[in-house]
């Protein structure tokens, strides 16, 4: 199926529904809003995830999911611009985000992290959403992505697994 963009919230009901029923796969990016000093916008790793799926999404003929721009990030909070979660808040704001996606046909999910401090409530979030409401889930962790390249091609040994939920 052709469409103008992979962005769910920039497509029509129709074209959702449509795509669902086509691949029913779904990108769920995760990033914060944090102190970046003078060179970054505070909402680089909610861009940066996005960015990644919506590339992703191409290929693998899913949809993007909306991303919450807000993350756990309470050690950044010494420094303006941060906005933070508790860890509770997000896992709740993630779950219902993708359960909603899986009412409406999303089978498989990708949850792709750009931030550190999202780990644990997604570990938490993915778990539930394959246990409850029985999607497919897969986490990449986009900074630990970049170590196993680097390691890769230092040692050409991986330095840890991606994490799959299935």
């Known amino acids: 199926m052709t469409l ?3 962005i769910w919230a920039e497509l029509t ?60 990030t309470p050690v950044h ?3 303006e611009a941060t906005v933070t979660f508790s860890h ?7 779950v219902e985000i993708c ?3 899986a009412q409406h046909g999303a089978k498989d999910l990708l949850i792709v ?5 999202n780990i644990p409530p997604l570990a938490i979030a993915a778990e539930e959403l394959h ?5 497919r889930v897969a986490t990449v962790h986009i900074l630990q992505a970049w170590e196993n390249v680097v390691r890769v091609l230092v ?3 991986p330095a840890r697994n991606v994490v799959n939920h299935d």
């Open 99 to 101: 359960e909603s996606a």
């Open 155 to 157: 040692s050409g040994r």
């Open 4 to 6: 103008p963009t992979r």
């Open 113 to 117: 992290n750009w931030h550190e401090g």
């Open 13 to 72: 009901q129709p074209d959702i529904k449509a795509q669902l029923e086509t691949s029913g796969q779904v990108l769920f990016p995760s990033g914060s809003v944090e102190q970046h000093s003078a060179h970054l916008p505070a909402n680089i790793d909610t861009l940066a995830a996005t960015l990644v799926c919506d590339l992703v999404a191409e290929r693998m003929d899913a949809l993007v999911l909306p991303a919450p721009s807000v993350g756990v």
């Open 77 to 79: 909070m010494p420094f």
């Open 88 to 94: 509770a808040t997000y896992q709740r704001v993630v």
């Open 131 to 135: 246990r409850r409401i029985g999607l």
